[in-house]
C-alpha cells in the first residue's frame, strides 16, 4: 500500500497516469491486479469519453467479469465514474501521448487513383506518429469482407475502408460497428461511417456544363447524343456522377432533347470501355457527341474507342478523378478528351488523418465530409499540377486496371 503522502504526488487536479509500465523486464515484479487496472484505464481514448462495459472488454480483451470487477474497483477507488447504467468515465488522462493504431483496406493496388490514395495516407500516417495497417481489397466484394474480419481481429482504433461494391457495405460495416471499431469509408457510403470522399452529382455537374460549353462554342450547341459511361455495380452515389453530367449539359443547353441520352454499363475499366464503346460506334450514325464518363479510366478507353474507329472529330469526351493519365492526355494538343474533374487523392492523406483524430478525441464530426473539386483542362492542368512532367508516364497496367476512381 502507498503512504498517505506518496499517494498525493502521483495525482494532481484531476487524475494523472503515466502510460509507460514499468522498465523492469521481469514479470516477477509486477502486480497483476495492477496491470488489468491500468489496461482498463488506457482503454478510454480521450477525456470525457464515456464508454460501455462491453466496448471496455473489446479493448482491453480481458474477460467481461474481469473488467467489470476493475471497473467497480476503480470507480470505489475514485479513478472511474459510472454514468448512463453500464457507461463508465475515466477520471484519469494518460499523460504521454499515445500511437493509435489505424486500419486501412484499400480499394486495388492495380488502380492509379487508389494507389494515390494509399501513398498519401502513409505519408499522413508517419507523419502523426500513427501505425497504419494495410490490407488490399483487390476491387473483390469477396475480399473485402474477409478484410474487415481481418482488421477487426487486429484490435484497431479506427478503421479506413475503401471498397466499391455497395451491396456488402452494410456487412463490411457491421464487422467494426459490432466490436466498436469507428469507420471512415472512402467513396462508397457504409452504414453507421463517416463518407469521406467525393461530391459525385456536383462533380459530374462540374463536367456536364463544361461539355455543355465546349459543345456551344465548336459545334454551335448542336449535339447528336449524349453518352454516359458508368457501372451500376458502383451503386447509386458514384453513379450520380453521370445524372449530375446530365443536368450540366442542361444547364448551357437546355434545348437539348432528353432523349438523346444514352447509357452503357462499362464496368468501370478502360478494356470493357473499349469494347463496349466500339461496339455502340458501329451502330450510331451520330457525328456530334457528348461523352460523360464516371472515372478517367473509362474516359481514356471511350477516347481509344473513338480513336481506332477514326471518329476522334466526332466526339468531346469528360473524364472524372483528375488521374496522373489523363492529365497527360490533357497535354496532348487536339486531344478530344476536353477536360477532367479533379478529386486531389494526393491529399486524401492529411484530411482522413486529421479526420480520424477529431473522431478518436471524440470531436463532433459531420456524417459527410467531402472533398473540393476543381476542373481541370488543356488551359489550367499545368498550374493545379506544375510538378507532373517530373513523374514518369502511367504504366499501362495500372490504366488496364483502372476501374472506379
Not at 493496388?109 to 508517419?126: G, H, I, P, Q, Y
Not at 492529411?350 to 483542362?377: C, E, M, N, Q, Y
Request: with cysteine; charged share 20%.
Amino acid at each position: 500500500m502507498m503512504n498517505s503522502n506518496r499517494a498525493s504526488s502521483c495525482f494532481t487536479g484531476r487524475h494523472t497516469l503515466s502510460s509507460r509500465m514499468m522498465d523492469t523486464t521481469s514479470s516477477n515484479y509486477l502486480v497483476s491486479p495492477i496491470v488489468r487496472a491500468c489496461r482498463v484505464l488506457k482503454a478510454f481514448r480521450f477525456e470525457g469519453e464515456a464508454v460501455r462495459l462491453h466496448e471496455l472488454v473489446t479493448r482491453t480483451g480481458l474477460h467481461k467479469s474481469t473488467v467489470f470487477r476493475v471497473a467497480q474497483t476503480l470507480v470505489a477507488g475514485g479513478l472511474l465514474e459510472r454514468v448512463a447504467g453500464d457507461h463508465y468515465r475515466s477520471l484519469v488522462s494518460i499523460s504521454l501521448k499515445r500511437n493509435f493504431r489505424l486500419g486501412y483496406a484499400a480499394m486495388s493496388s492495380k488502380s492509379l487513383f487508389a494507389n494515390e490514395v494509399s501513398d498519401s495516407l502513409r505519408v499522413a500516417a508517419s507523419a502523426n506518429g500513427l501505425d497504419l495497417v494495410e490490407l488490399d481489397n483487390q476491387l473483390s466484394a469477396r475480399v473485402a469482407i474477409r478484410n474487415a474480419e481481418r482488421l477487426v481481429r487486429d484490435r484497431l482504433d479506427l478503421a479506413i475502408e475503401f471498397q466499391v461494391h455497395q451491396e456488402v457495405a452494410e456487412t463490411v460495416a457491421a464487422k467494426f460497428r459490432d466490436v466498436g471499431i469507428p469507420l471512415i469509408a472512402i467513396h462508397t457510403p457504409h452504414p453507421g461511417a463517416v463518407f469521406f470522399g467525393g461530391n459525385n452529382f456536383r462533380a459530374g455537374r462540374i463536367g456536364g456544363r463544361a461539355l455543355g460549353r465546349w459543345a456551344s462554342q465548336v459545334w454551335a450547341g448542336k449535339v447528336d447524343c449524349v453518352l454516359l459511361l458508368g457501372h451500376h455495380s458502383a451503386g447509386p452515389i458514384t453513379q450520380s456522377r453521370l445524372t449530375g453530367t446530365v443536368v450540366g449539359i442542361s444547364d448551357i443547353l437546355p434545348q437539348l432533347d432528353p432523349s438523346i441520352a444514352v447509357q452503357l454499363d462499362v464496368k468501370g475499366g478502360y478494356v470493357e470501355t473499349i469494347e463496349a464503346v466500339s461496339k455502340f460506334l458501329t451502330r450510331s450514325r451520330a457525328r456530334r457527341i457528348l461523352v460523360g464518363c464516371i472515372n478517367d479510366a473509362v474516359a481514356l478507353g471511350a477516347l481509344r474507342a473513338f480513336t481506332e474507329c477514326g471518329r476522334a472529330q466526332e466526339c468531346a469526351i469528360m473524364g472524372q478523378n483528375g488521374t496522373l493519365a489523363a492529365r497527360y492526355e490533357l497535354r496532348r494538343p487536339g486531344s478530344r478528351l476536353i477536360g477532367s474533374v479533379a478529386f486531389f487523392p494526393e491529399t486524401y492523406g492529411a484530411h482522413l488523418v486529421s479526420l480520424a483524430f477529431d473522431i478518436l478525441r471524440g470531436k463532433s464530426v459531420p456524417p459527410a465530409v467531402f472533398i473540393k473539386h476543381a476542373l481541370l483542362t488543356a488551359q489550367n492542368v499545368n498550374e493545379l499540377y506544375p510538378n507532373d512532367m517530373l513523374s514518369k508516364p502511367p504504366a499501362t497496367d495500372l490504366l488496364l486496371f483502372g476501374h472506379y476512381h
